[in-house]
């Protein structure tokens, strides 16, 4: 017999409450998350933005003109689009790999479709991450899955990009430009760097932390008392049941989750590599890794779609201010841009419109037995 802390028998218990069942009925009984006129409004404002940035401040950053950024653009080899190209493409589906692994019985398929759909909408509107991660579950619940794991997956899928984006990247980035300037024997200035990765990771820390917090099974059972009296609020059991998964799927799948987002950032730092060599800039490694964090960083400002123009005009004006020439460090972050902007919206809008017009799953979502909801079974 499972343990009281198994994480199926918790599961169990939540899914076989009424609250539960209520909840499955609506999401099954919704539609894909509305995108509201305020939302549009938003999504075009910002687009707006990223064109004004990228035609007046990119240049005035740079100290470039766009007929040579153009000129630059023209000149490069045959090779550059199709590689940062695939790349990107690269790069989504090992983001998808990781919903995978936290989403036990989902389809490669229909999360690759999902995940594109969701990385589109998170980019194309600021602060669209929620409605991303809606239209995510949405599919997910189309294609059959419980509710309990599709919950407890995405909210993995989202503590693992979190760590590996927010924190282990600026550390990264960090380390490698303080090895840069020990290495060259004096002081490398990258304007921006320390402090953006500085604030960066002390807000990805401080957020861990609240979450590990949180997780606390003793904070979350007095959390959960208080909000008890709260109209609509979830059953008790159903958050801690759900809790209790989720713990047990970030320590007995740590490895499988961590590797396919990390991979992704190293995909991407590869595009920018292929980038700078496609303008013949030859950037020190570590300086490379410094630079590629900083645009990272910058990406998650969300006053543009993925923090586009805004993260290529300071990585520009960084390799302007390391010497490199103006045109070729704005048209090497460019062409970076396809990798990490362009594809991922591509992608997007094509997983939008081909998971619309998909057929649910021919049987309803499970909520048995256990074992199978929870992704786990009871030896586990």
């Given at each position: 017999m499972a343990s009281p802390r198994d994480p199926s028998d918790h599961l169990a218990a939540a899914e076989g409450s009424d609250r539960f069942a209520q909840l499955a009925q609506e999401m099954d009984a919704d539609g894909p998350p509305r995108i509201t006129p305020r939302k549009l409004v938003t999504a075009v404002l910002s687009l707006l933005v990223v064109a004004a940035i990228l035609l007046w401040v990119l240049p005035w950053a740079t100290g470039a003109d766009w007929s040579g950024i153009l000129a630059t653009i023209g000149s490069l080899p045959w090779w550059a689009m199709p590689a940062v190209t695939v790349l990107g493409l690269a790069a989504v589906a090992l983001e998808a790999i990781t919903v995978r692994v936290a989403v036990p019985g989902s389809r490669c398929g229909a999360v690759l479709q999902g995940?594109?759909?969701?990385?589109?909408?998170?980019?194309?509107?600021?602060?669209?991450?929620?409605?991303?991660?809606g239209m995510l579950a949405w599919l997910l619940r189309r294609r059959g899955l419980a509710l309990a794991v599709v919950i407890t997956g995405l909210i993995a899928a989202s503590l693992v990009e979190m760590a590996?984006?927010?924190?282990?990247?600026?550390?990264?980035?960090?380390?490698?430009?303080?090895?840069?300037?020990?290495?060259?024997?004096?002081?490398?200035?990258?304007?921006?760097?320390?402090?953006?990765?500085?604030?960066?990771?002390?807000?990805?820390?401080?957020?861990?932390?609240?979450?590990?917090?949180?997780?606390?099974r003793r904070v979350l059972s007095g959390l959960l008392a208080q909000a008890g009296a709260i109209p609509g609020f979830p059953a008790p059991e159903l958050v801690l049941a759900q809790r209790d998964a989720l713990l047990h799927l970030l320590r007995t799948r740590a490895l499988a989750l961590l590797g396919p987002t990390a991979g992704a950032r190293i995909v991407q730092w590869a595009a920018l590599l292929v980038a700078l060599a496609a303008v013949d800039l030859q950037v020190p490694l570590l300086l490379t890794i410094a630079i590629f964090a900083l645009g990272r960083v910058l990406s998650l400002i969300p006053l543009t779609p993925g923090g586009a123009a805004i993260t290529e005009t300071v990585a520009a004006a960084a390799l302007v201010a390391l010497g490199y020439g103006a045109e070729d460090a704005a048209a090497a972050m460019l062409l970076l841009a396809v990798a990490t902007v362009v594809v991922p919206l591509l992608t997007g809008a094509l997983g939008a419109a081909t998971a619309l017009q998909s057929?649910?799953?021919?049987?309803?979502?499970?909520?048995?037995?256990?074992?199978?909801?929870?992704?786990y079974s009871s030896s586990t």
């Amino acid at each position: 017999m499972a343990s009281p802390r198994d994480p199926s028998d918790h599961l169990a218990a939540a899914e076989g409450s009424d609250r539960f069942a209520q909840l499955a009925q609506e999401m099954d009984a919704d539609g894909p998350p509305r995108i509201t006129p305020r939302k549009l409004v938003t999504a075009v404002l910002s687009l707006l933005v990223v064109a004004a940035i990228l035609l007046w401040v990119l240049p005035w950053a740079t100290g470039a003109d766009w007929s040579g950024i153009l000129a630059t653009i023209g000149s490069l080899p045959w090779w550059a689009m199709p590689a940062v190209t695939v790349l990107g493409l690269a790069a989504v589906a090992l983001e998808a790999i990781t919903v995978r692994v936290a989403v036990p019985g989902s389809r490669c398929g229909a999360v690759l479709q999902g995940h594109a759909a969701s990385s589109g909408i998170s980019l194309a509107i600021p602060g669209g991450g929620l409605l991303g991660i809606g239209m995510l579950a949405w599919l997910l619940r189309r294609r059959g899955l419980a509710l309990a794991v599709v919950i407890t997956g995405l909210i993995a899928a989202s503590l693992v990009e979190m760590a590996v984006t927010s924190v282990m990247v600026p550390v990264l980035g960090l380390g490698a430009y303080a090895l840069s300037s020990l290495l060259a024997g004096s002081e490398i200035d990258l304007p921006g760097a320390g402090w953006a990765a500085v604030v960066a990771l002390a807000v990805s820390v401080l957020a861990l932390a609240l979450t590990a917090l949180g997780l606390n099974r003793r904070v979350l059972s007095g959390l959960l008392a208080q909000a008890g009296a709260i109209p609509g609020f979830p059953a008790p059991e159903l958050v801690l049941a759900q809790r209790d998964a989720l713990l047990h799927l970030l320590r007995t799948r740590a490895l499988a989750l961590l590797g396919p987002t990390a991979g992704a950032r190293i995909v991407q730092w590869a595009a920018l590599l292929v980038a700078l060599a496609a303008v013949d800039l030859q950037v020190p490694l570590l300086l490379t890794i410094a630079i590629f964090a900083l645009g990272r960083v910058l990406s998650l400002i969300p006053l543009t779609p993925g923090g586009a123009a805004i993260t290529e005009t300071v990585a520009a004006a960084a390799l302007v201010a390391l010497g490199y020439g103006a045109e070729d460090a704005a048209a090497a972050m460019l062409l970076l841009a396809v990798a990490t902007v362009v594809v991922p919206l591509l992608t997007g809008a094509l997983g939008a419109a081909t998971a619309l017009q998909s057929p649910p799953a021919q049987s309803p979502p499970r909520h048995s037995p256990p074992e199978e909801s929870a992704g786990y079974s009871s030896s586990t």
